[in-house]
T-cell receptor, first 112, second 115 residues
């Protein structure tokens, strides 16, 4: 079983719809992250959380929100999806000390 | 501004050719360095990492990277590539500054290896 699990893996939705991407981890890491990947742009950080009560915006947080329901769960919401949010989204966790990231398998979102 | 540059966006090689992918970062302080690989349709996986010590680090699948502090570089190398190395490769740098750390990814290099 994967240590970092994302659901759904694929989702097609329409402009204006609310979408939630969920992430759960069994690695016991305090730190969790949401990234989006776009061709030629690499990975860009949306939000990150160092523990349940600590949530921070990344470089591209506009249009997104997050919830850290527990140490092991970190969900990403698009309140009103738009086509330029079509991307591959990755959840990741990391150890406090080294910063090495452990990625989920990705959630491919298409907004029509 | 702090950044990570991967100079080659697309690289095409034949099998058995040697590979070197460049990665440079702009930060004068303490760093941890990573190379991640993303095979087609898969998530990112750690290829190798440098935290301290010997600047030449060896990773999985015959890859290695050399940290040259004076050049702010962490280039990835493999002496002889295989078709199965076709993937996208990301350099990432963690910058440490007074108890705060910041992770920055490069834009990625897409490698295609032809038989």
């Amino acid at each position: 079983d994967a240590d970092v699990t994302q659901t759904p893996r694929n989702r097609i939705t329409k402009t204006g719809k609310r979408i939630m991407l969920e992430c759960s981890q069994t690695k016991g890491h305090d730190r969790m992250y949401w990234y989006r990947q776009d061709p030629g742009l690499g990975l860009r950080l949306i939000y990150y959380s160092f523990d349940v009560k600590d949530i921070n915006k990344g470089e591209i947080s506009d249009g997104y929100s997050v919830s850290r329901q527990a140490q092991a769960k970190f969900s990403l919401s698009l309140e009103s999806a738009i086509p330029n949010q079509t991307a591959l989204y990755f959840c990741a966790t990391s150890k406090l000390s080294t910063g090495e990231l452990f990625f989920g398998e990705g959630s491919r979102l298409t907004v029509l | 501004a702090q950044s990570v540059s991967q100079h080659n966006h697309h690289v095409i090689l034949s099998e058995a050719a040697s590979l070197e992918l460049g990665c440079n970062y702009s930060y004068g302080g303490t760093v941890n360095l990573f190379w991640y690989v993303q095979y087609p349709g898969q998530h990112l996986q750690l290829l190798l990492k440098y935290f301290s010590g010997d600047p030449l680090v060896k990773g999985i699948k015959g890859f290695e990277a050399e940290f040259i502090k004076s050049k702010f570089s962490f280039n990835l190398r493999k002496p002889s590539v295989q078709w199965s190395d076709t993937a996208e490769y990301f350099c990432a740098v963690i910058l440490f500054s007074g108890g705060y750390n910041k992770l920055i990814f490069g834009a990625g290099t897409r490698l295609a290896v032809h038989p």
